[in-house]
Protein backbone atom coordinates (compact mmCIF):
# COMPACT_ATOMS: atom_id res chain seq x y z
CA UNK A 1 0.00 0.00 0.00
CA UNK A 2 1.28 3.43 -1.11
CA UNK A 3 1.19 6.17 1.37
CA UNK A 4 -1.72 8.78 0.42
CA UNK A 5 -0.73 12.55 -0.25
CA UNK A 6 -2.31 14.55 2.09
CA UNK A 7 -2.20 18.58 3.31
CA UNK A 8 -2.72 18.94 6.85
CA UNK A 9 -3.01 21.93 7.92
CA UNK A 10 -2.54 22.83 11.81
CA UNK A 11 -3.93 26.48 13.67
CA UNK A 12 -1.70 26.88 16.56
CA UNK A 13 -2.62 26.81 19.90
CA UNK A 14 -5.98 25.19 18.97
CA UNK A 15 -7.21 21.53 19.75
CA UNK A 16 -8.22 19.57 17.05
CA UNK A 17 -9.45 16.04 16.14
CA UNK A 18 -9.01 14.77 12.43
CA UNK A 19 -11.30 11.52 11.92
CA UNK A 20 -9.84 9.31 9.23
CA UNK A 21 -11.41 6.08 8.05
CA UNK A 22 -8.89 3.64 6.35
CA UNK A 23 -9.87 1.43 3.71
CA UNK A 24 -8.46 -1.29 1.83
CA UNK A 25 -7.24 0.05 -1.66
CA UNK A 26 -8.56 -3.22 -3.61
CA UNK A 27 -11.89 -4.07 -2.03
CA UNK A 28 -12.78 -0.52 -0.51
CA UNK A 29 -13.69 -2.08 2.99
CA UNK A 30 -12.51 -0.61 5.80
CA UNK A 31 -9.54 -1.91 7.08
CA UNK A 32 -9.70 -4.53 10.68
CA UNK A 33 -7.52 -2.08 12.48
CA UNK A 34 -7.58 -4.55 15.63
CA UNK A 35 -3.98 -4.71 17.94
CA UNK A 36 -2.70 -2.09 15.09
CA UNK A 37 -0.57 0.69 16.68
CA UNK A 38 0.22 4.38 14.74
CA UNK A 39 3.06 6.94 14.89
CA UNK A 40 3.26 10.20 13.33
CA UNK A 41 5.62 12.78 13.32
CA UNK A 42 6.10 16.16 12.54
CA UNK A 43 9.42 17.36 11.46
CA UNK A 44 10.92 20.93 10.22
CA UNK A 45 11.96 19.02 7.10
CA UNK A 46 12.02 15.37 6.21
CA UNK A 47 15.69 15.04 6.84
CA UNK A 48 15.52 17.05 10.34
CA UNK A 49 16.24 14.85 13.05
CA UNK A 50 14.08 16.64 15.59
CA UNK A 51 10.69 15.91 16.28
CA UNK A 52 8.46 18.45 16.80
CA UNK A 53 5.51 17.30 17.91
CA UNK A 54 4.05 13.28 17.81
CA UNK A 55 0.28 13.49 18.02
CA UNK A 56 -1.54 10.88 19.73
CA UNK A 57 -3.47 8.26 17.46
CA UNK A 58 -6.44 6.78 18.72
CA UNK A 59 -8.20 3.78 17.29
CA UNK A 60 -11.71 4.44 17.59
CA UNK A 61 -13.63 1.80 15.97
CA UNK A 62 -11.11 -1.07 15.16
CA UNK A 63 -13.18 -3.63 12.81
CA UNK A 64 -14.57 0.08 10.74
CA UNK A 65 -10.77 0.87 9.90
CA UNK A 66 -11.47 4.28 12.17
CA UNK A 67 -8.89 6.23 13.96
CA UNK A 68 -8.17 10.01 15.24
CA UNK A 69 -5.52 12.03 15.29
CA UNK A 70 -5.54 14.45 17.95
CA UNK A 71 -3.61 17.49 18.14
CA UNK A 72 -3.69 19.60 21.50
CA UNK A 73 -3.58 23.51 21.74
CA UNK A 74 -0.51 23.41 24.01
CA UNK A 75 1.47 21.61 21.26
CA UNK A 76 0.17 23.17 18.39
CA UNK A 77 1.18 26.40 20.41
CA UNK A 78 4.88 25.64 19.76
CA UNK A 79 4.83 24.80 16.47
CA UNK A 80 6.91 27.17 14.15
CA UNK A 81 4.28 28.85 12.09
CA UNK A 82 5.48 27.56 8.81
CA UNK A 83 5.27 24.55 6.29
CA UNK A 84 6.70 21.49 7.78
CA UNK A 85 6.33 17.67 7.06
CA UNK A 86 4.57 14.46 8.47
CA UNK A 87 4.00 11.08 7.94
CA UNK A 88 1.32 8.68 9.66
CA UNK A 89 2.44 5.31 9.74
CA UNK A 90 0.98 2.23 10.87
CA UNK A 91 2.21 -1.46 12.13
CA UNK A 92 0.18 -4.24 11.46
CA UNK A 93 -0.36 -7.33 14.01
CA UNK A 94 2.39 -8.92 12.10
CA UNK A 95 5.14 -5.99 12.53
CA UNK A 96 4.85 -4.50 8.90
CA UNK A 97 5.55 -0.88 8.78
CA UNK A 98 3.00 0.87 6.44
CA UNK A 99 3.19 4.79 5.77
CA UNK A 100 -0.64 5.25 5.58
CA UNK A 101 -0.50 9.35 4.85
CA UNK A 102 2.70 11.89 4.19
CA UNK A 103 2.89 15.22 2.95
CA UNK A 104 3.34 18.87 4.26
CA UNK A 105 1.91 20.40 7.67
CA UNK A 106 1.12 24.16 7.29
CA UNK A 107 0.77 25.72 10.55
CA UNK A 108 -1.44 28.83 10.48
CA UNK A 109 -0.27 31.46 13.14
CA UNK A 110 -2.04 32.12 15.96
CA UNK A 111 -3.03 35.64 16.63
CA UNK A 112 -5.24 35.48 20.02
CA UNK A 113 -2.78 34.04 22.99
Not at 25 to 33: A, I
Request: avoid cysteine; charged fraction near 20%; hydrophobic fraction near 40%.
Amino acid sequence: MSAGAYELEIEQGVDRVIAITLKDKVTGLPLNLTSWTFSMQIREKYTSTTVLYSPTINITNAVGGEIQIVLTDTATSALPAKALVYDLEGQRPDGTRIRILKGPAIVDPEVTR
